[in-house]
């Protein structure tokens, strides 16, 4: 299946540092499908310019709304000769200290930036195709915003930047997925279909599709079904890694990479790795190699109630495994 190519708007990234229906792992998500040649994900580095110029005041406007609830309130006169009340008491305290806690950390890991997102943004722009602004990009940036053609705000070049980047930097033929909240991307006719006029464009451009999308986990879902979390990319380019495998030494380093992924190797993951065993020469050759061994044996004993018992006793004959 051919590489997805992405486009992650500045507000979907500082978004994970407010109230919101991403997470993290979303983004951790991006970083492994991008990491194991699954998508492209295309960075302008306007992106960066605009995420690192408002990060801080986007954690400090969140951290403003969290300290908005304040104490708990007390009980009123007559409610205080209850038991209970003496336990609401405790438990008031007890979320206040918790609360307490949870700020000082955040503000000290958001300084020294050291907050998840942080970490997965960085992450991210080493496995991404980042696009450098160049004189060019500026000036059809310019002469995009004098003559009105979205994307983009009147008292902005951001937008059109960006926009510009990507045209100068995603490849002919390519289609493209935009995952932005601010609704510059958007018909104003629908909020989840791409402007007209930008689809139109990319269209004769790149004779590819645009795409729009408000959430990042959502198109996630759409085009990656069978990924929920970050290691889940890990297992499938490990199985496929297996699979594939045409020298000895890859098949190696695929178990060695399965094994520490172990517990999380479901039976269909499982299914593909056994045929892989019985069809793949390069693994079957060295079946009696410790490490290949030794591994076959695990995932036989974890799923041998899920495998016609031939197909086990062929297994254990192939891989050497002592009955």
Do not use: C
Not at 1 to 29: G, P, R
Not at 136 to 151: L, Y
Not at 187 to 192: D, E, F, I, R, W
Not at 214 to 219: D, H, S, V
Request: glycine residues 4%; proline residues 3%.
């Amino acid at each position: 299946m051919a590489a997805e190519h992405i486009f992650i708007d500045t507000n979907v990234f500082l978004a994970f540092y407010a109230y919101t229906k991403d997470d993290v792992e979303a983004l951790k998500i991006v970083s492994e499908l991008a990491k194991a040649k699954k998508l492209i994900l295309h960075v302008p580095d306007q992106v960066v310019y605009e995420f690192e110029r408002n990060r801080e005041a986007k954690i400090a406007e969140s951290t403003r709304e969290f300290e908005k609830g304040g104490k708990s309130p007390g009980v009123p006169r007559y409610m205080s000769a209850y038991n209970e009340a003496k336990e609401y008491s405790e438990a008031s305290k007890g979320l206040q200290r918790a609360r307490d806690a949870l700020l000082k950390k955040a503000r000290a890991d958001a300084e020294s930036r050291q907050l998840a997102a942080d970490r997965t943004f960085d992450n991210l722009i080493a496995e991404a195709n980042l696009i450098i602004t160049t004189s060019e990009i500026i000036e059809a940036a310019k002469k995009r915003r004098i003559v009105g053609n979205p994307p983009g705000k009147k008292e902005s070049h951001g937008d059109q930047i960006n926009w510009e980047a990507l045209l100068a930097g995603v490849p002919e033929g390519s289609d493209l997925h935009v995952i932005s909240k601010d609704g510059d991307f958007a018909s104003p006719l629908s909020a989840t279909q791409p402007h007209y006029f930008l689809k139109t464009e990319w269209s004769r451009a790149k004779t590819g599709t645009l795409y729009l999308h408000e959430e990042l986990r959502p198109f996630l879902n759409s085009h990656f079904p069978s990924v929920n979390l970050a290691t889940d990319v890990e297992r499938h380019a490990a199985v496929d890694s297996l699979e594939n495998s045409a020298a000895f030494a890859t098949t190696h380093a695929a178990i060695a990479k399965l094994e520490a992924l172990f517990d999380a190797l479901t039976w269909s993951d499982a299914d593909r790795i056994l045929t892989a065993g019985e069809t793949n020469r390069q693994i079957s050759w060295i079946g009696s190699d410790s490490d290949v061994s030794r591994f076959y044996l695990r995932l036989i004993e974890k799923f041998e109630n899920k495998i016609d018992a031939k197909r086990v006793v062929d297994l254990r004959e192939a891989f050497k495994i002592a009955v």
